[in-house]
């Protein structure tokens, strides 16, 4: 594509005055790179991308309030985490994360570990025990 044709159509990211550097052909014919706001068919699956986001994170919260799982899974997926990310920023296997889900062993969880998860998710021990609070 030629440095004149590189999309400038608005996105998400617009707002955050973010562009993004893509290589085009110049004058010349020489590739070079240039700066991009966007293009619909990118914006499009960016706003798949957040929108499931979005259902995620609603849904785990309705699954903590429900008592399905604890606040570590809403938290999770409200940082745009998933499972192995998770357990690797805390230093703990996947399997015992996964087990914290369950809210039995979430509420018998020492601070120790609970501070390892707040840590993580740049929250309070507190607010990781009470999603709404």
Same mark, same amino acid.
């Given at each position: 594509m030629k440095k004149e044709e590189v999309p400038q159509d608005k996105s998400?990211? $617009?707002?955050?005055? @973010?562009? =993004?550097?893509?290589y085009a052909v110049d004058k010349n014919g020489e590739y070079t790179? *240039?700066?991009?706001?966007?293009?619909?068919?990118?914006?499009?699956?960016?706003?798949? $991308?957040?929108?499931? @986001?979005? =259902?995620?994170?609603?849904?785990?919260?309705?699954?903590?309030?429900?008592?399905? *799982?604890?606040?570590?899974?809403?938290?999770?997926?409200?940082?745009k985490m998933d499972l192995p990310v998770l357990a690797s920023y805390v230093g703990l296997w996947q399997w015992r994360v996964k087990r914290h889900f369950k809210p039995a062993v979430f509420n018998k969880l020492k601070d120790k570990t609970l501070q390892k998860y707040a840590d993580v998710f740049e929250i309070s021990i507190q607010k990781l025990k009470n999603i709404d609070g």
């Open positions: 998400n990211l $617009a707002s955050a005055n @973010i562009r =993004e550097m893509v790179t *240039t700066l991009s706001s966007g293009w619909n068919p990118k914006t499009i699956a960016l706003d798949n $991308a957040l929108k499931d @986001i979005e =259902e995620r994170t609603a849904g785990a919260k309705q699954k903590v309030l429900s008592g399905q *799982t604890s606040p570590i899974e809403y938290y999770m997926e409200l940082n």
